[in-house]
């Protein structure tokens, strides 16, 4: 898996920091821990969800993809797909 650089340099940066003055405290780790648990215990997690019509436009290999979002999934190339990985699974 390859990051980008902005994402590298912005966790390096963030290493620096924690090294020169210390991470989070205690008391804040536990609070966000609680936070992102629901009362099921298992994990909360934001689930992305652009809104319909809305494009997304992507390249890959000198070639330029439009995706448009739609009620129930993704429209691409005629055919509604109900994930994005789906459709990266088409094109590569």
Same mark, same amino acid.
Not at 14 to 25: D, N, R, S, T, V
Not at 28 to 36: A, E, G, H, P, V
Not at 41 to 61: D, F, M, T
Not at 74 to 85: A, M, N, P, R, T
């Given at each position: 898996?390859?990051?980008?650089?902005?994402?590298?340099?912005?966790?390096?940066?963030?290493? +620096?920091?924690?090294?020169?003055? /210390? /991470?989070? =405290?205690? %008391?804040?780790?536990?609070?966000? *821990?609680?936070?992102?648990?629901? #009362? %099921?215990?298992?994990?909360?997690?934001?689930?992305?969800? =652009?809104? +319909? /019509?809305?494009?997304? #436009?992507?390249?890959?290999?000198?070639? @330029?993809?439009?995706? &448009?979002? &739609? *009620?129930?999934?993704?429209?691409?190339?005629?055919?509604?797909?109900?994930?994005?990985?789906? +459709?990266?699974?088409?094109? @590569?």
């Amino acid at each position: 898996m390859s990051y980008s650089k902005s994402y590298l340099v912005s966790k390096i940066a963030y290493k +620096i920091q924690e090294l020169a003055f /210390g /991470g989070l =405290p205690e %008391n804040t780790r536990k609070r966000m *821990d609680q936070l992102s648990t629901n #009362i %099921n215990g298992s994990i909360v997690k934001k689930k992305y969800k =652009p809104l +319909i /019509g809305a494009k997304i #436009i992507k390249e890959y290999h000198d070639k @330029t993809y439009e995706i &448009v979002v &739609v *009620d129930g999934g993704f429209s691409f190339e005629g055919e509604v797909f109900k994930s994005l990985s789906a +459709i990266a699974t088409k094109i @590569t």
